[in-house]
């Protein structure tokens, strides 16, 4: 069962978001500021964090930041009554999966937290052909339905948004995205500006791909492509 835990000092925010999500069926804790949210991370071990930006003690940027190296670190929706876009891209650029401002409506709140929690690619027909189970590029293996990336048979820690970039650009090697055309698919933010993200998440990404790291290339004034040979 998905774990999400909901970080908001205003505790009648907090209560309701918690209300909601457990009557969708999942396994819901809620906390008061940043520095109790780190602690709780280690012991209930959440898929999703709920996070509100302006906390005491640590904001929720700081969250962000001291989770950045994690293992297993949960994928997090960052709340904010702040709806200025430099404000949107830090939280993106800190790590954080998602954005919303306050004030929200619950359902999209669930919405989301459903997209985030998502580990499995499903399909409707029930038939999938290993093209559209497994991707291979060079010495990876992207594993669509479980969300898992392996190098060399080894098991990569990604992100969601990590895991999603790198699923767009290895479908289709060698084709080139721009930096606008990144954001729009895999941040589903439809604006030219702000691609400090995209550049951000791929610096993170090749890091963790290591000695693999070539098979994301930068094409120099327009944004990225895989390749099969680094």
């Given at each position: 069962?998905?774990?999400?835990?909901?970080?908001?000092?205003?505790?009648?925010?907090?209560?309701?978001?918690?209300?909601?999500?457990?009557?969708?069926?999942?396994?819901?804790?809620?906390?008061?500021?940043?520095?109790?949210?780190?602690?709780?991370?280690?012991?209930?071990?959440?898929?999703?964090?709920?996070?509100?930006v302006m906390m005491p003690r640590l904001s929720g940027y700081d969250v962000c930041r001291k989770l950045e190296d994690q293992q297993q670190?949960?994928?997090?929706?960052?709340?904010?009554?702040?709806?200025?876009?430099?404000?949107?891209?830090?939280?993106?650029?800190?790590?954080?999966?998602?954005?919303?401002?306050?004030?929200?409506?619950?359902?999209?709140?669930?919405?989301?937290?459903?997209?985030?929690?998502?580990?499995?690619?499903?399909?409707?027909?029930?038939?999938?052909?290993?093209?559209?189970?497994?991707?291979?590029?060079?010495?990876?293996?992207?594993?669509?339905?479980?969300?898992?990336?392996?190098?060399?048979?080894?098991?990569?820690?990604?992100?969601?948004?990590?895991?999603?970039?790198?699923?767009?650009?290895?479908?289709?090697?060698?084709?080139?995205?721009?930096?606008?055309?990144?954001?729009?698919?895999?941040?589903?933010?439809?604006?030219?500006?702000?691609?400090?993200?995209?550049?951000?998440?791929?610096?993170?990404l090749r890091k963790k791909l290591g000695e693999m790291q070539g098979v994301i290339q930068t094409v120099y004034g327009i944004g990225y492509?895989?390749?099969?040979?680094?």
């Amino acid at each position: 069962m998905t774990k999400v835990l909901v970080v908001d000092d205003e505790v009648s925010i907090a209560s309701a978001i918690v209300y909601a999500l457990r009557r969708e069926g999942y396994t819901v804790e809620m906390v008061g500021d940043g520095q109790e949210a780190l602690d709780r991370v280690q012991t209930f071990k959440p898929d999703v964090m709920v996070l509100d930006v302006m906390m005491p003690r640590l904001s929720g940027y700081d969250v962000c930041r001291k989770l950045e190296d994690q293992q297993q670190r949960p994928a997090i929706l960052l709340l904010t009554v702040k709806n200025d876009i430099v404000d949107k891209l830090l939280g993106l650029e800190l790590g954080a999966d998602d954005y919303m401002t306050k004030p929200f409506d619950m359902r999209e709140i669930i919405a989301r937290v459903k997209a985030l929690s998502r580990r499995r690619v499903s399909d409707s027909s029930g038939h999938l052909s290993q093209d559209q189970v497994l991707i291979r590029l060079a010495g990876l293996t992207i594993e669509l339905f479980s969300r898992m990336v392996r190098l060399d048979g080894q098991q990569l820690d990604l992100t969601p948004k990590e895991f999603d970039l790198l699923v767009l650009l290895a479908r289709n090697p060698e084709r080139v995205y721009s930096r606008e055309a990144l954001l729009e698919q895999v941040w589903d933010m439809g604006f030219a500006g702000g691609t400090r993200t995209v550049d951000i998440h791929v610096q993170r990404l090749r890091k963790k791909l290591g000695e693999m790291q070539g098979v994301i290339q930068t094409v120099y004034g327009i944004g990225y492509k895989s390749t099969e040979t680094p």
